[in-house]
């Protein structure tokens, strides 16, 4: 079996290490040349990304090459999400922007978030209807209808939130940050409780692999936090 994993490089850069290579890779051609912020694949071989000035890559070939869509603005972009398929996805930025595709990435339609605060991540836990973005002032946004209504919720901060992640359900889920800002919801979101990370460095990246108990957070300077209880430590 291959397996592939993708980093993004602030610049231009795409790396993967798969069977028959030792290491890490450059992917070329990338037919833009503009920062990229966040990746999100469905498999092995398809994929989107994007970054500044609105762009938005699409691969579908492992590594062959990435196609250029267009998003239909000049907005940076830092998030992007797919949940189920490589049909219907999602991503956000700056100035409150949420634009959606149902059609594999050709057309993105803007959404009415409601709020005018830079979105930095998005993710929808188990289909395309219910999801959450996060961004700048402790921004916390939810969906139950597909991005057709966008709900503000109380995050209880006034602090940038780079990462949300809903391991199993649209349920319990967590939020990172920065000063080492972590919070967790068992509600789905009707209230947000902070949680004791250690550091007061930012946290750009929170994961639960599995479930809801053991989960990674990554931020400056190399800060690494792990829990195995459901981040009550």
Known sequence: MKYLRFVLIPGVLFLLAGSGQAGWFTLYPSPSGNRLKSISFLDNNTGYAVGDAGTILKMTDGGGGWVNHNSGTMTQLSGVHFPVDAQTGYAVGDSGTILKTTDGGWNWAKQTSGTTAGLLAVFFPVD????????????????????????????GINLALYSVHFPVNAQTG???????????TTNGGMNWVRQGSATTEVLYSIHFPVDAQTGYAVGNNGTGRKTTDGGVS
Do not use: E
């Open 128 to 155: 395309a209807q219910t999801g959450y973005a996060a961004g700048s002032s402790g921004t916390i946004l939810k969906t139950t209808n597909g991005g057709g209504n966008w709900s503000s919720q109380n995050s």
């Open 174 to 184: 967590y939020a990172a940050g920065d000063s080492g800002r972590i919070l967790k």
